[in-house]
């Protein structure tokens, strides 16, 4: 079942609209990967991130008709569902207490949604990268991208000024875009 | 604000993040439709962030894939079902009666079901002959819309590519003594030496009467054509200027038609380049 064509965005939500399980497939194998980080970015725990990633495909699968490309790119929807979810998930009575049972069996560790301590992540690119961005510079992108903040938000996160946020955003892309070695 | 104060405003980076407003990503939309070099910027952008967030992606366990297609697979077979389910029930009744009188029962139903049938379809035709009748007109409607549009976008991109022609100059024409704050604007393409007449706040002519504009070369005036303030708008392209060099253009009231020779005291508007 496995699928070499490559489809156009506009493509993949048309036949993803239609129910179509290649553009599923597709789905997985292309954004699987990213929306399984995010989640173990924000629950940190890889059983439930499996359980919250199957509930983020079948939200997609049931709300894709009400996604509109006019509105935005695909991916940053996809982020928005998996990151809600996650984040329902997180607040959720049973996850506190699964969570309290798993600490007392561990004793200390693993209680924190500390980014850090993820066992799971590529480290080697990640960690040139940020350790190449400064601190200040990648919360800004983190806070925007990863927990959907808006420019208020971060300037209330970071205690900062608009115009601060605004200028250390486009600071903070220009040094991302070439860590990456985009052109 | 031209391309490059635009481009290092900070405004692109933060629609990146999602972080502009929906007017402000408007604009960003509109710019990068118009500018290439902003679409370039967008792109490059955006392939930052996908790899940023490929850098944060987790290979999810194996089985998982096929768990959540699966999942998928039932969501969409129970979605089918349950609409199937709505089946009519087998009436054992018929199977105890007579031959005969399972016939004529049945034939009996059979004449009502077709009844009522009937009368189902013929109103089910009608509603949707209506629609189709609506959705055709619609369709018209939009068609016709769609080639109006069509067309004033192709004005629109004509216009633009006449006013981003580096080449062209830009001369303003402004009122002669006896009419002040009259102003019209003659673009001119010395390499093509073609002109484009816009911007004009003449006043609408007395009948029988038109605009006729001059191009002033080597002294003499040379007719460009006519022009009606009330039926063109935009850039209109007026006659090439063949040879000579062109000092100024001038807009004079002619009779209908125009003439061969300016009437210089009906002069509305001059300017030199």
């Known amino acids: 079942m496995s699928i070499q064509t490559t489809y156009s965005e506009q493509q ?11 553009a599923y497939c597709y789905l997985y194998d292309h954004y699987g990967a990213v929306l399984y980080g995010v989640i173990l970015q924000i629950v940190n725990r890889q059983e439930v991130a499996e359980d919250i990633l199957q509930e983020v495909f079948l939200k997609i699968y049931h709300n894709i008709d009400h996604y509109e ?28 207490q699964s ?15 500390e980014t850090s301590s993820l066992p799971y992540v590529d480290h ?15 919360k800004v992108i983190d ?16 205690n900062l000024p608009l115009g601060t946020v605004k200028t250390r955003v486009r600071n903070a892309l220009i040094k991302l875009r070439k860590l990456l070695n985009i052109s | 604000m031209n391309l490059e104060e635009y481009i290092s405003s900070g405004i692109i980076e933060n629609y990146i993040l999602g972080l502009t407003s929906s007017k402000e990503s408007q604009s960003v939309e509109t710019m990068a439709a118009m500018y290439p070099e902003i679409r370039d910027v967008i792109t490059s952008y955006q392939k930052t962030m996908d790899e940023y967030g490929n850098l944060h992606a987790v290979q999810p366990p194996a089985s998982l894939k096929p768990h959540i297609l699966n999942a998928i697979r039932r969501e ?106 009259m102003v019209a604007t003659v673009y001119w393409d010395p390499q093509s030496r073609s002109a484009y007449l816009a911007t004009t706040n003449l006043p609408v002519p007395p009948a029988g ?65």
């Open chain 1, 143 to 158: 806070l925007a991208y990863f927990n959907g903040f808006t420019q208020e938000e971060i300037a209330q996160e970071l």
């Open chain 1, 99 to 113: 969570q309290k049972i798993q600490t007392l069996d561990n004793g200390v560790n693993d209680n924190t949604t």
């Open chain 2, 209 to 273: 009467k038109a605009y006729q504009l001059w191009a002033i070369v080597d002294g003499k005036p040379v007719d460009m054509g006519m022009y009606n303030p009330a039926k063109e708008k935009g850039p209109i392209a007026m006659k090439n200027v063949i040879s000579g060099q062109v000092q100024a253009f001038a807009i004079t009231l002619e009779k209908q038609g125009g003439s061969p020779t300016p009437t210089m005291d009906q002069m509305y508007v001059i300017g030199k380049i």
């Open chain 1, 124 to 138: 080697l690119g990640l960690d040139k990268v940020l350790s190449a961005l400064n601190e200040d510079q990648r």
């Open chain 2, 76 to 181: 969409r077979q129970s979605a089918v079902t349950s609409a199937k389910k709505i089946k009519p029930k087998e009436n054992t009744l018929f199977r105890a009666l007579h031959t005969w009188k399972r016939i004529a029962a049945a034939a009996i139903l059979l004449l009502i079901a077709s009844v009522v049938l009937n009368s189902i379809y013929i109103s089910k035709y009608q509603k949707s002959e209506d629609r189709y009748t609506d959705l055709v007109r619609s369709h018209q409607l939009l068609v016709t819309r769609n080639q109006t549009i069509e067309t004033r976008l192709e004005e629109v991109e004509k216009n633009m590519q006449v006013l981003l022609n580096p080449a062209m100059r830009h001369v303003v024409m402004k009122g002669v003594d006896k009419y002040p704050g």
């Open chain 1, 69 to 96: 490309d006019s509105k935005g790119r695909l991916y940053t929807w996809l982020l928005r569902i998996t990151r809600n979810t996650a984040i329902d998930t997180l607040r959720s009575r049973d996850f506190r």
């Open chain 1, 12 to 22: 993949l939500v048309a036949l993803l609209k239609q129910g179509e399980e290649n």
